[in-house]
């Protein structure tokens, strides 16, 4: 009886292993489409037709292929989904980019593609090159330090950007600080909480997530703020199972809430274009009511892709980039690009699951409620859901530091797995 029991497991593995590959090779079909479909839309657009457009669809299904052959060749015990959905959200973000390109008369696609180059290589590396993840998580006081340094880096040496004081330059080019210490400040959280015993062991990390967010508040980045929050009480959770220590968290959360209000004239700001966007459309309200008036324009199917006019929609290239998307492409797509994001994450905190080690499993946790953090901050804003924050949507919105950020974070994600 039990042998037969044995060989009916086996077929029953076997077989739901067999509809994952068809699965698999399925949306590896549609992301060439969707690839293909876009660019060739931009391709027909243009009176002559634009080269340039395809020569990018070659170039980003070139570098998808070739990370996924890596993936699925010698690394088949990894999750191969994760690049799958990391590249969709990729080629919309491209493609829309290259069509803002002659509205904002300049290259950002180009220069998106760059970085997605890099970070492409940046990914591949991580799987191929990191040893076992369990071996970094000793290394605590190293990412403290580090995370504490890119901090604070910007509110020092930082220059003004869109309101926000979180941009540094050096020479012709420029980075976040931030983008990279909230990569710093997870590994440090997960090596901190994997040896939670006692509430004093929270201390330190709590000490660490404060002064981190006063800085943001500092240089007016709140939308990191908000993300940085949003991650550190996630895995404050899945390291304690303690709903009480959330629950103190989120009053010490609206208790600095309130003070920021008051004391700083720039929350206070966000916080009645929020309520009020109407009263001032002009003027404060503009942002938020342009990006109003895009997506409502747009419908349930959109304006047709290349129709819209986002021209009137401001900081259209990054903040703004879903309102443009939703103008042209609908409401309907809108939903299914949120959809994307959540199978990316729905993905990348499986691999948490079969992790069967403490600091791996909440880097992965960390890292997945990152990503998620981001998109629901920035899409809550773009809708007047939430008050404007000014970040970038993950790999759709034009940045370079954004996508080396999240495409790291997804190959320490990938690695993972394929420890797991």
């Known amino acids: ?161 869109g309101g926000s004081k979180n941009w540094v330059f050096i020479g012709p080019f420029s980075f976040q600080p931030s983008e990279i210490g909230k990569l710093f400040l997870i590994a440090y959280l997960a090596a901190a909480f994997k040896d939670y015993k006692s509430f004093k062991n929270l201390f330190e990390p709590g000490l660490v997530v404060m002064f981190s967010l006063g800085f943001m508040v500092i240089q007016k980045d709140l939308g990191s703020a908000l993300i940085f929050f949003g991650f550190s009480i996630t895995m404050l959770y899945i390291a304690t199972s303690k709903f009480k220590y959330v629950a103190i968290c989120f009053l010490l959360f609206l208790l600095g809430g309130y003070v920021s209000y008051r004391l700083f004239g720039h929350v206070r700001v966000r916080v009645d274009i929020w309520l009020h966007p109407w009263s001032d459309p002009n003027n404060n309200g503009y942002q938020l009511v342009q990006s109003l008036i895009a997506i409502a324009s747009g419908g349930f199917f959109g304006t047709g892709f290349g129709m819209g006019h986002p021209e009137f929609v401001p900081v259209r290239e990054s903040d703004f980039i879903f309102a443009a998307i939703c103008e042209e492409f609908g409401v309907f797509i809108g939903f299914g690009i949120i959809m994307i994001y959540f199978l990316l994450f729905y993905r990348c905190i499986r691999a948490s699951l079969f992790s069967d080690d403490k600091f791996s499993q909440l880097l992965a946790v960390g890292y997945s409620s990152m990503i998620a953090s981001q998109v629901l901050v920035i899409i809550g804003g773009v809708v007047g859901a939430i008050p404007l924050t000014g970040i970038t949507m993950p790999l759709i919105s034009y940045g370079g530091t954004s996508m080396f950020a999240i495409f790291f974070a997804l190959g320490v994600i990938q690695k993972i797995s394929e420890e797991a």
């Open 1 to 161: 009886m039990s042998i037969v029991h044995c060989q009916l497991s086996i077929q029953y593995i076997e077989g739901d292993d067999v509809k994952g590959k068809r699965g698999e090779f399925k949306l590896v079909l549609m992301t060439y489409l969707l690839c293909f479909a876009v660019f060739g839309d931009l391709f027909l657009l243009k009176q002559p037709f634009d080269k340039g457009a395809l020569i990018m669809a070659f170039i980003i299904c070139l570098l998808f292929t070739y990370a996924y052959i890596i993936i699925r060749r010698f690394f088949p015990d990894g999750d191969k989904f994760i690049i799958i959905f990391a590249a969709m959200l990729s080629i919309i973000g491209i493609a829309m980019l290259h069509r803002l390109d002659p509205v904002l008369q300049t290259t950002y696609a180009i220069k998106q593609i760059i970085w997605f180059t890099v970070s492409m290589a940046g990914f591949i590396a991580i799987i191929v090159l990191l040893p076992d993840l369990k071996a970094f998580g000793k290394y605590k006081y190293v990412y403290m330090i580090v995370t504490l340094i890119f901090m604070a880096m910007a509110t020092f040496i930082g220059s003004e950007r």
